[in-house]
């Protein structure tokens, strides 16, 4: 009598190598879930935090007042002291594009969930607007400050020689330096978006607490300004401890708290502003008692 064909045999190696691979993917998405789910959870709590915003403010102001004691004990040789690292040239220098882009997509998202009016949405992403003419106004009154105090100069071998040039155009097209009191914009930019970030991440703890919808998509494109926030920390850093003198560092800073001041601090709590974050976003509560 012939043996005939085993009925119901198990799956093979193939089938049982792609059920452990979909089982292995489906733990890592949920971890990945988890991950995203508390780590946005954290993040909203502490930067909702007016205390810890406090405490912000001034760690910033220590930075860039005691930061540039760091460079007697940091390596020189560092990648981060050439200006022409890759942080400096694709970040720093376009600081305000990836504040724009990264801040943009969040405030559009938070508003819009919370309100779904187009024209409420318009409004809050009209702070941007107001920091890119900030950014714009400032760049310029800094070159113009320079322009004033400036003198030209032509580099020889013995020294420096002084030219009796009008202004910085004539001066470099002679070939010559014109050098005169340099703000640092840099450090401006990065302080300036600093604050700017901060006070508009906040809204997402109460966005939360409200219960208003928050899923993967909102919730990573918080932490990827919160990474933005962190990177724009540590250049900043970087900048106080390798460029720029002491005083460019400090007038540029306190210039950069200053336009966050009149702006964030002032300016936008007015009701013909575009309004400081949360404005409007979010149901007041109402006494539950009903009077006769």
């Not at 909702?48 to 760690?59: M, Q, T």
């Not at 901060?198 to 809204?203: I, L, R, S």
Request: proline share 4%; glycine share 10%; charged share 10%.
């Amino acid at each position: 009598m012939e043996r005939g064909q085993v009925v119901g045999a198990g799956p093979g190696p193939g089938a049982r190598t792609r059920a452990l691979l979909g089982c292995l993917v489906k733990v890592l998405l949920w971890v990945a879930s988890a991950l995203l789910y508390f780590g946005s959870e954290q993040a909203a709590r502490l930067l909702g935090s007016p205390c810890l915003r406090r405490l912000y403010h001034a760690w910033l102001a220590a930075v860039v007042i005691f930061g540039p004691l760091l460079q007697f004990h940091v390596n020189s040789r560092t990648i981060f002291a050439s200006h022409g690292n890759f942080f400096n040239i694709k970040f720093v220098n376009s600081a305000w594009g990836w504040t724009c882009t990264f801040l943009g997509g969040f405030v559009l998202l938070v508003v819009f969930l919370a309100t779904r009016r187009v024209a409420v949405t318009a409004r809050h992403l009209s702070r941007l607007v107001v920091g890119a003419a900030v950014w714009r106004g400032a760049g310029r009154a800094f070159l113009l400050i320079e322009d004033l105090t400036g003198s030209c100069f032509e580099p020889l071998p013995q020294g420096l020689l002084l030219h009796e040039l009008p202004d910085r155009r004539s001066c470099l097209a002679a070939g010559h330096q014109w050098r005169g009191y340099t703000v640092s914009s840099h450090t401006f930019l990065l302080t300036f978006c600093c604050l700017l970030m901060a006070e508009e991440a906040a809204v997402f703890a109460k966005y939360l607490a409200h219960g208003l919808p928050a899923g993967a998509p909102l919730r990573l494109v918080f932490l990827l300004n919160v990474l933005l926030l962190g990177l724009w920390n540590f250049l900043l850093l970087c900048t106080v401890i390798y460029f720029h003198q002491y005083t460019h560092k400090v007038v540029g800073a306190a210039v950069g708290t200053f336009a966050w001041y009149l702006t964030y601090g002032s300016w936008y709590h007015q009701p013909w502003s575009p309004g400081s974050p949360g404005h409007g976003l979010f149901p007041r509560a109402h006494s539950s008692r009903k009077h006769n």
